[in-house]
């Protein structure tokens, strides 16, 4: 990113919390004002729409009516609910279906669940079909038979058609905005085609060139329109060298393919090479910031969380992960358990396998960050895999044998017995061994089984380490020195 690209962004985001600071004065004002009307028979919606004339909240909703969409759903990300909805209820309902498909899943449940049906379907009155298919899982069932009815012939079809493909596909991605042409036409006529239309679709940099059958046959570049001469034939200035895409193809592999191909936009196909909707790079960002979310909150097994929710909506949400720690907990301690009289006799290893299991924790999730890495951007197959698992394999060998040496000799130093920091040593190479192969095998295990390989790969590399290395530890100073 430019110098002037990031001073960009940073005057933008600090637009939005200074209007932040202004939307927070005005509640402010709201709060002192419900609460003097507090002891009044006046309903609480009364109320609100009483206080949206005051001169204070006009402003407030003059400066939202100039706000871009992705602002406000970011301001209102940052509000709790109370003040959240009286927010909402401010923004001009041509901006609603906007708003919702900037907010954050969680977030947008709330402002849905605080709009009634009719609502709703106004929200999606500006929206296209593949933007209605993004709000659809959140809307109730009713609300989509009646968008569905407000739609056009064309328009329900495109919806169908969006809503027919799993999450994370080509097909639930892809828009339906583009502009196509013949190939036996000249260019002159494809550009007075273009002048005739309201506007181009967002990141139109070809056009796709289609025959009668809605076949493609190959894109025409917007620079090569503009600069060949008008009366050349678009079959003589198409490039016939097209990167498409089968709505059924996952999202992940087509967002590198946007990125080894510098792509701006491409054509979607179906089995017949018939041309049923495109990709934009607008799209690609979408997916990956919100891949990116939910695999962050994955690793530590959240789902999607409004940070302003309930206490006990939060914990519930936070409840799978910590079982599932605790169960590993448990069993880690079983195993240190069994060596209790060997702790006894030798109190320096209840302070030195820690270290044993830690280190190794620390080296098996490098693996898996690579590993996971490397199968996000398809760089693992059948026919490397084993070497890779050798490599990494080496690798923990080597940094086992290094550092196992360094925590031996402290622990010689510490305690004056050579033989401990031998098994000090020889227990933290061999589970950093361990933790090498659990980095590298669980994640191509789950990715087999069709799971996301970033979740809870950490969670049973954690646990492997924890188990192994108390038991090698414990095991071989049981064995050699107690």
Not at 263 to 287: E, K
Request: aromatic fraction near 8%; charged fraction near 25%.
């Amino acid at each position: 990113m430019s110098e002037t690209d990031k001073k960009n962004t940073q005057s933008s985001i600090d637009a939005v919390q200074r209007s932040l600071e202004d939307i927070k004065t005005s509640l402010d004002k709201y709060q002192h004002v419900e609460n003097l009307l507090g002891d009044q028979e006046m309903p609480r919606q009364d109320v609100v729409d009483g206080f949206i004339q005051e001169p204070n909240l006009i402003g407030l909703q003059d400066k939202l009516d100039a706000m871009h969409p992705a602002d406000i759903a970011a301001i209102l990300e940052q509000l709790p609910l109370d003040e959240r909805l009286v927010v909402w209820k401010l923004v001009r309902s041509e901006f609603d279906g906007d708003v919702l498909l900037e907010a954050s899943g969680a977030v947008r449940e709330t402002l849905i669940a605080d709009m009634d049906d009719h609502e709703l379907v106004a929200a999606t009155e500006q929206l296209d079909a593949d933007e209605i298919a993004d709000l659809a899982p959140d809307f109730p069932e009713g609300v989509i038979a009646d968008v569905f009815r407000s739609l056009s012939e064309a328009e329900r079809l495109q919806l169908k058609a969006a809503l027919s493909y799993p999450e994370d596909t080509v097909g639930a991605l892809m828009d339906f905005e583009m502009v196509t042409v013949r190939e036996d036409v000249s260019l002159d006529v494809v550009l007075r085609y273009l002048r005739r239309l309201e506007k181009l679709p967002p990141n139109t940099d070809k056009l796709f060139v289609v025959d009668r059958r809605e076949m493609l046959k190959g894109v025409l570049s917007v620079s090569d329109l503009i600069v060949a001469a008008p009366e050349t034939k678009v079959c003589d200035v198409m490039s016939t060298d097209v990167v498409s895409f089968n709505p059924d193809r996952d999202a992940e592999s087509a967002a590198h393919a946007f990125e080894r191909y510098d792509l701006v936009s491409a054509p979607v196909v179906d089995g017949y090479n018939r041309i049923v909707g495109r990709m934009t790079i607008t799209d690609i960002v979408d997916y990956i910031r919100e891949d990116a979310e939910q695999e962050s909150l994955g690793k530590v097994g959240l789902r999607d969380e409004d940070l302003f929710s309930s206490v006990w909506k939060s914990a519930k949400n936070r409840w799978l992960w910590l079982a599932v720690n605790l169960g590993t907990a448990f069993f880690a301690s079983r195993v240190i358990g069994l060596f209790e009289n060997s702790i006894e006799k030798l109190v320096a290893l209840a302070t030195l396998m820690p270290i044993v299991a830690a280190i190794a924790g620390n080296s098996g999730n490098q693996t898996i960050t690579l590993i996971v890495r490397a199968l996000a951007f398809e760089e693992i197959n059948k026919s490397n895999a084993k070497g890779l698992l050798l490599k990494e394999l080496a690798i923990a060998v080597v940094n086992g044998f290094l550092w196992g040496s360094v925590a031996g000799f402290f622990a010689w130093l510490l305690y004056g017995n050579i033989a401990l920091g031998l098994v000090m040593l020889s227990a933290m190479l061999l589970n950093l061994v361990v933790g090498a192969a659990v980095g590298m095998l669980v994640p191509l295990f789950l990715q087999k089984m069709g799971r996301d390989p970033a979740i809870g790969s950490s969670v049973l590399l954690t646990f492997t380490t924890d188990s192994m290395g108390f038991l090698i530890f414990l095991g071989m100073a049981t064995v050699f020195l107690v």
